[in-house]
């Protein structure tokens, strides 16, 4: 049977394996199986793969982007034109994108400026700290900027802290003597 294992899709398009996994689980790539089970890529699946980081750099969620490949021509490697109909949109939402991130560098020397270092507090941008009425999160910050990075535990609930004295195992449960 023809085509990449998935170690060499991982390797060329610099994933990992589980990652691949996922995204053929999200309907962004397909693979064909072998009688043992191994999955079987095309070669046109790097360039699908392409794609899909260059649209997640845009700020493309999964869903958007399984959409955009969903109108690719079935049973033919994507041409130029294709990805071109496909990223034309792109540019508004980059321009937008570009604004927010120059209004969000442009307010940052007038609030860290002041020196109080205290948006609850600070007299410039948060008088009487008015912004704990508009809700949770950087509400000052564009919501184009307000989405969570790749590989960050935000969002992720906090761990509720040890009680003293309840060891992990790993530090000595007495301080040393010394």
Excluded: H, K
């Excluded at 490949?69 to 130029?80: C, F, I, K």
């Excluded at 912004?131 to 969002?155: F, I, K, V, Y």
């Amino acid at each position: 049977m023809d085509g990449l294992t998935i170690g060499e899709v991982a390797a060329r398009a610099g994933l990992a394996p589980s990652a691949l996994r996922y995204y053929e689980a999200q309907g962004l790539v397909t693979a064909t199986r072998t009688a043992g089970g191994a999955r079987r890529f095309p070669r046109s699946v790097l360039r699908r793969l392409a794609f899909v980081r260059a649209a997640q750099n845009v700020g493309l969620s999964l869903p958007e982007i399984r959409a955009a490949l969903g109108t690719l021509p079935e049973g033919r490697t994507p041409s130029a034109r294709d990805w071109a109909r496909l990223s034309r949109g792109w540019r508004d939402r980059l321009d937008a994108q570009i604004a927010a991130l120059e209004q969000l560098r442009d307010g940052l020397s007038s609030c860290i400026g002041c020196g109080c270092l205290s948006l609850t507090a600070c007299a410039l941008s948060n008088p009487g700290d008015a912004a704990a009425g508009e809700g949770a999160g950087a509400r000052r910050l564009s919501p184009l900027l307000r989405r969570t990075p790749p590989g960050s535990n935000a969002g992720v609930a906090p761990r509720a802290p040890r009680p003293v004295g309840a060891g992990s195992g790993t530090e000595p449960s007495t301080p040393p003597a010394g």
